[in-house]
Every structure is written in C-alpha cells, then in structure tokens.
C-alpha cells in the first residue's frame, strides 16, 4: 500500500514561491506516474501537473511556465516548484499516484497553499 505525505504548503504573497513535497513509501516509487491536484474551496479538484516514469511532463494552462513538477527516485519524493503565485492558485494541493492512467490512485492528505493579494 503506497503512502503519500505532502507537505511545504503555507501563505504566501502574490508574486511568490513555493515548493511542495511528496514523499511516497510502502511501494516501489520509480513505477509510479505522479501528479498533483488542487481543490479551491467550492470547486472540484483539477489536475495541476504530472510527471511520467520517463518522466515526462505535462501542466495545465492556468500553471504554465509558473510551475515545474519533478521527481527524485532515489528519496521517492515528488515536487512542486510554484512561482509567480496568485490569489487563483490558493485551494488544497494533493499528491496523487497511478502505474496506469486508468488504474488505482494513490491521494496523500493535502497541503493548503494561499496567497494573499
């Protein structure tokens, strides 16, 4: 049973950065493509950016050339590098895993991100 714990979340001002953290265990991390959602309050959840076993990667339009997803297979962590951050950006971020595209997913707990104006 994979774990995922994310963490890194925090207030920020517009304008500004942050870096989540995933760290995944109880599995075998390097077969895992990863991604990251967020939850604004009232919204679904939508997906922010994923990164393939290749890897691979692949963002939203609204985080384009803002974010960077990556991976570290050696300490099963996945990353989220947030700049330029604003107001729209603030909800819940979640750490999600799957080996394929339609087959079971992993959700860590959430990490709050919110940036003030």
């Known amino acids: 049973q994979l774990r995922l714990v994310e963490s890194g979340g925090g207030l920020v001002q517009a304008g500004g950065s942050l870096r989540l953290s995933c760290a995944a265990s109880g599995g075998t991390f390097s077969i895992y493509t990863m991604a990251w959602y967020r939850q604004a309050p009232g919204k679904q959840r939508e997906l922010v950016a994923t990164i393939t076993t290749g890897p691979t990667t692949k963002y939203s339009d609204s985080v384009k050339g803002r974010f960077t997803i990556s991976r570290d297979n050696a300490k099963s962590t996945v990353y989220l590098q947030m700049n330029g951050l604003k107001p729209e950006d603030i909800g819940v971020y979640y750490c999600?895993?799957?080996?394929?595209?339609?087959?079971?997913?992993?959700w860590g707990q959430g990490t709050q991100v919110t940036v003030s104006s």
């Open positions: 999600n895993a799957r080996v394929t595209p339609d087959g079971y997913a992993y």
